[in-house]
């Protein structure tokens, strides 16, 4: 192990999306990921929280290895995530492992539960017994494990699924272990059962954990750490409970603003005034100026810069981010 | 318990018939030999233009030949070149369907080009222009039919593969390390078999009959029982009254089609129904 | 309507280029063709002399590219060989036969269509009935049924057992009076007419009744019924209308098979057609008449695709939307 270096380290990141015309002119330009940096240690459960559209899951994509960036650095180990891509492919799948938001998509409806499962041991040569097979399933609360083992994807219900899927992930022993909105599909119910599980699976294993959620209450319940990212760039870094109880920017304040409803239906979806589309970003000036309520003419003209404002807490606003420093 | 299931469905009250009538000239091509009282093709087996009869079921045509017989044979080439084209379209099919979905791009564009204009060209009489030009033989019918057969389940594949390969699961087969080919085969292919097979059949079908047809027209190959080469001895003679010759060889023909067509229509149904 | 314009042009363009693709494939037919190409060019059946002047004519002793230049020339220029068996220019004798191929399958054609959308229509309305279980049954049956076949049964039962019809042929011999040889060749067209529609009707029928029943279930049709409309009127005028236009796309894509039936329809019923001279051709090895009815079905087949496109685009305003773009 390369103590010295956080498990993830990212430098100025960038993905752009270009949709291009049949003469290959582009059209359109979409910044998903801007020029973002950040670290994540060893054993830290990192939130990246945001409304959709908001780039994080390109991010995930990218953590993952799932997905080129244009720009900027990241670095697994301190080693470069291209060069790793190319020399140890294996070594690296084994490390970083992703779970998606959609169980119903994200497994193979042809794939029994004991294919699905065994795929990656045997992609892995990792040589393993049927009991094995039995211990994972029992260790994702998948029982009776014997049953579940020769049932086919839709003889399980989403919860079911899902469980399969982080057994599926935990079965290589990931270092990184990705949560691209785990539980934003599945019943209301069911989702605390998951994340106490992701939980339990944490305190067993002691990866790191990068969890992609909108709903900043999950963040602060589940989080160490969070990100708050808005149109491709992070607004705000810091611990995630103090991040809850006293966030700064504008945008984090409508987030957790937005927990607070009733209903936990209408949660993350946040009210006016109306999103800004992807790609739709103001050419100068901050890109939440369109909907900040405490925009001043400085916002308009020119985009703040991530500071920090205090230990481990960095925000991106002129107005906001300066008084509380 | 997985083959007594589906040995069950195939013999549903509806399958009965298709299913049965398939095993009968499955049974006839492989055991001809066996089956067949006469060589199929040898004049003067019996007398000219016999009417069905006890010894000849299905009667004969005007050179004495046995018509049975040649239902019996007929089978066998209507199956081999059915088969056999419809293998190597599908062969083709998939091999160009699945990469051109997965990888996109320029290759796609180049295939689907090709498939738009195979599909846009009058197939049928551009055979006949190979058969003539090449000569008409078992094989060279199969193969031409077969180079004619992927079009259409090309696109259907490179559909399928380009829809599929969006899923999240091929990025989750990504993730566990799993590389190109080994998701193009072991994630994409089951999951495209359900849209392609029926049509595979349909394709077996249509080859068929156009077997027949080409083999009615006289391309086919003359010293080669089937089923178009009866019909057409027959439709020379039907003046004198040879009902028999076109009744029975065009009956077994038809039933096998309809049989092709129902259990794929019935395979259409089935999987759209789970699919809901 | 300056987009439409564009539109037809890009479809006609398309049209023109597979006529083109179809014009090079028979060059290098005759190319490939064991022996020597100018037989392919002058018949089976030409004179050694007539050979030697085709073999000037086209250039056989330059370069392949100058080949088939001088060939896609000689096409152009309305010269396509000549036909030993015809004793006629090729494209003289193609053009004397086509009308009669026309005229027996758009009839069929017509009348298919009519039928396959009537029965279509009446089916979808009742559909997962008895009834609707039944006409499925027996247009499937149909679909499979060789048209050739299907040809010879007619003729048998309607032409020998029960002398309704003539066996084959256009028109008698000595008939007089325009409306008495209008009423002969009806009378001949019967059999013919009433084998390729039956075929032809299935696949529309099919089609239809899908298409109705994806119409009927949608939002629009509820609000029809919930405005009280009588279900006759719901089917027939606004549902109809609306799976009408897979029925035309169809009509014009299925245009090539439906030259395919031709061929072994026309020659059962000696029909005087294209399809009866492409049979007769092979027989005597008449290879420029051949390739020259295999180009002339090609051109038939994209212009009617062509006309099919742009009555899709002008009937309905949707379509045209996603067409034209």
Partial sequence: MKEEYPLVEAKKLKKYFRETSLLGKVIKTTKAVDDVSFSIGRREKFCIVGESGSGKTTLARILAGLLDYDEGELFLDGERYKDLLEKDRKGFRRKVQIIFQDPYSSINPRKSVREFLERPLKLHGISFSRSDLLNILESVGLSPAEEIMNRMPWELSGGQRQRLFIARAISLNPELLIADEPVSMLDVTVRAQILSLMNRLYEDRGMSIVLISHDMLTVNVFCDRVAVMYLGKFVEIGKARDVYSSPIHPYSELLVKSTLKPDPGIRGKVDLPEKEELGSIPAVGCRFQPRCIYSVQRCALEEPILREVSQGRSVACHVKGVSRS | MKMKKRLRVLLSPRNIFPVSMLAIVAVFAVFAEFIAPYPPLKTGVGPILSPPSEKHIMGTDQVGSDIFSQVVYGSRTALFVGLTSGLIGLAIALSLGLFAGYYGSKLDMLIMRTVDLFLSIPVFVFMIVLLVIFGSNITNIALILGLFSWPLMTRVVRSQSLSLSEKEFVAAARAIGERDIGIIFREILPNVWPAVIPLFMMTISGNIVAESGLSFLGLGDPNTASWGRTLAMASRAFYAGSWWGILFPGLVLTLTIISLNLISDYLVSLLTRTEK | ?325
């Fill in chain 3, 1 to 325: 309507m300056k987009k439409f314009v564009t539109f037809v042009f890009k479809r006609l363009l398309a049209a023109i280029l597979v006529i083109v693709a179809v014009a090079l494939i028979s060059f290098f037919v005759i190319n490939l063709a064991p022996g020597n190409p100018a037989v392919m060019l002058a018949g089976e059946a030409a004179s050694p002399e007539y050979i030697k002047e085709i073999e000037k004519a086209y250039g056989f002793d330059k370069p392949i590219e100058e080949r088939l230049f001088i060939y896609l020339h000689h096409l152009f220029l309305g010269d396509w060989g000549y036909s030993t068996y015809y004793q006629a220019p090729v494209l003289k004798a193609i053009l004397q036969r086509l009308p009669a191929t026309l005229l027996l399958m758009l009839t069929a054609l017509a009348i298919a269509i009519a039928l396959g959308i009537y029965l279509g229509a009446v089916t979808s309305s009742r559909a997962f009935s008895k009834f609707d279980a039944l006409v499925n049954y027996v247009s499937l049956t149909f679909y499979s049924f060789p048209a050739y076949w299907l040809a010879l049964m007619l003729i048998l039962i309607f032409s020998l057992y029960i002398p309704a019809f003539p066996t084959g042929g256009m028109m008698d011999i000595g008939i007089e009076g325009a409306v008495q040889k209008v009423l002969n060749v009806i009378w001949h067209m019967v059999l013919p007419v009433t084998t390729l529609s039956l075929i032809f009707m299935a696949s529309y029928l099919r089609l239809t009744r899908q298409v109705m029943i994806d119409v009927l279930s949608s939002n629009f049709i509820f609000t029809a019924i919930a405005k009280g409309l009588p279900k006759k009127r719901i089917i027939f005028k606004h549902a109809l209308r609306n799976a009408l236009i897979p029925v035309i796309a169809m009509a014009g894509t299925q245009f090539g098979q439906v030259i395919a039936g031709a061929v072994l329809t026309e020659t059962i019923f000696s029909w005087p057609g294209m399809g009866s001279l492409l049979i007769q051709a092979v027989t005597y090895r008449d290879y420029p008449l051949v390739i020259g009815i295999f180009i002339m079905t090609a051109i038939v087949t994209s212009l009617s695709n062509f006309v099919a496109d742009v009555l899709m685009a002008r009937v309905d305003p949707r379509i045209k939307a996603k067409l034209i773009g």
